[in-house]
């Protein structure tokens, strides 16, 4: 699994590559235009990102190689405007060693990590357009078929696609097919807001 350690500050990568450097391949860049050149000649499992080198397009087109943004100053309405651009993760630029582990593995696993208290400000801050959505469609679970359904509830607890074929019994790529028919259909654009969509449908 490749990481690349995005951040103008060198101490900042440094600080970074010593608590990942087990069980990764780390590459460093300290420039956007060096992470644009990477992405395009690398598979990258993840771009661990310093706030300070954030571009919306950027994240927005990179999406396949997952952004994860870390900031000197956390926000929760930044994160949620991030994540809503494709970040996957966000967190403090000097978020402990263990937690720093622990969110990259989420996030490389194919799940969305943030902290408790912004994850259950997400979901309370989304309920209310939610249930103004279900008013005004007739039963939205039905837009998707069976199997649709299995896959968006086996997104919405966290399982990463891998977990979700084995699972089901089919193959990665017929969970990729799935999931991107399920974001069409309920006009969701990440696991993170398919997982709000779902959430009070099963209530």
């Not at 103008?8 to 780390?26: C, P």
């Not at 080198?53 to 930044?78: A, G, K, Q």
């Not at 801050?125 to 007739?138: L, M, N, P, S, V």
Request: glycine letters at 4%.
């Amino acid at each position: 699994m490749t990481i690349v350690v995005s951040s103008a500050n060198a101490s900042t990568r440094e600080r970074w590559k010593q608590i990942l450097q087990d069980g990764h391949q780390l590459l460093e860049v300290a420039s956007v235009a060096e992470l644009k050149n990477i992405v395009k000649h690398q598979e990258i499992a993840l771009i661990l990102l310093h706030r300070s080198m954030v571009d919306m397009n950027l994240i927005s087109n990179i999406t396949e190689s997952r952004c994860f943004v870390l900031s000197d100053i956390p926000d929760d309405n930044e994160a949620i405007m991030l994540l809503r651009h494709g970040a996957v993760g966000y967190a403090n630029t000097y978020i402990s060693a263990v937690r720093l582990r622990e969110a990259v593995n989420i996030a490389i696993s194919g799940r969305v990590w943030v902290g408790q208290k912004l994850m259950q400000k997400i979901i309370r801050g989304t309920t209310h357009a939610i249930d103004q959505q279900r008013a005004e469609t007739t039963s939205p679970e039905h837009k998707l078929s069976d199997r649709e359904w299995e896959v968006a509830l086996l997104v919405s607890k966290g399982n990463s696609n891998l977990e979700i074929a084995a699972e089901l019994n089919i193959s990665e790529r017929t969970v990729k097919a799935h999931i991107s028919s399920i974001f069409k259909k309920t006009k969701t654009e990440s696991r993170l807001q398919l997982a709000l969509y779902v959430k009070p449908l099963t209530a």
